[in-house]
């Protein structure tokens, strides 16, 4: 069977998209899924995602990990699939959708995408790091030097050794001045660093606030692949109305026999 398919990225994160509203993709076959984002034998990408049809929202997104396994909320990807939305003609400005942690909206104006992340009720902080889960779950570290640090050595032996086969996604923090941050992820499911993790970004950005080393609700975050702002209200029960912000845009498409 041929396999239109849709390449995105959001800040270097990138997807493959494919319209599933026939319902006819093989979602059963991980092997078939992890050679799609293999990056020397397939398409090549941090993940696949399936738009398809619900009765009770625009669409829904079906996520999976490079691994081919099914995956949790992908920020970076639920914006890609908002703008492959527009694309196909099925919203305009605005959208609402459903993932796997449940109902999300999102904003287009041009080639940004802004998509309104779940609440965040508890952030966990130890000594040395927090852990929290922003549809994802998220182990935020400070260190120092990032630039030269081994985010695959370190993010790995914490991924397995800290949080078992589960496992949690790592990020590892640099402060970039007042409000904006330097952030390296370290992504499971893909069990390496990605250019941009959109879950990650937000889960910094709360940890930070939440840690006292950033003020207010707006915070510009810097990745490997590009800049993110992430915007949030703090109350009583936690951050509310957290919105992830940046740029998605189609790579290219093609068929694949």
Known sequence: M??????????GNDFILVDN???????????RIS??????????????????????????MVYFNADGKPGSMCGNGG??????AR????IKDSCEFFASDGRHIAKLNGDKVSLRMGDVSEIKKKPKYCFLDTGSPHHVQVVKNLENFEVDREGRRLRFGLYGEGGSNINFVEPDGPG???VRTYERGVEAETYSCGTGV????????????????????????????????KGENGYTDIWLTGPAKQVFKGVLS
């Open 180 to 182: 904006e941050f330097f």
């Open 21 to 31: 509203r026939d319902g006819k993709f093989p979602v059963d076959d991980a092997d």
């Open 35 to 60: 050679g799609l984002c293999h990056r020397r034998f397939g398409i090549g990408a941090d993940g696949l995602i399936l738009l398809e049809d619900t009765p009770a929202a625009d669409f829904r």
């Open 87 to 90: 694309y196909l003609g099925i």
């Open 79 to 84: 914006r890609c699939i908002t703008a492959f």
């Open 2 to 11: 041929d396999l239109n398919f849709y390449k995105y990225q959001a800040t």
């Open 202 to 233: 937000t889960a910094v950005a709360l940890a930070m606030e939440h840690t006292g080393r950033s003020k207010g609700g707006t915070t510009r975050i810097r990745t490997r692949g590009g800049s993110l702002e992430v915007t949030f209200s």
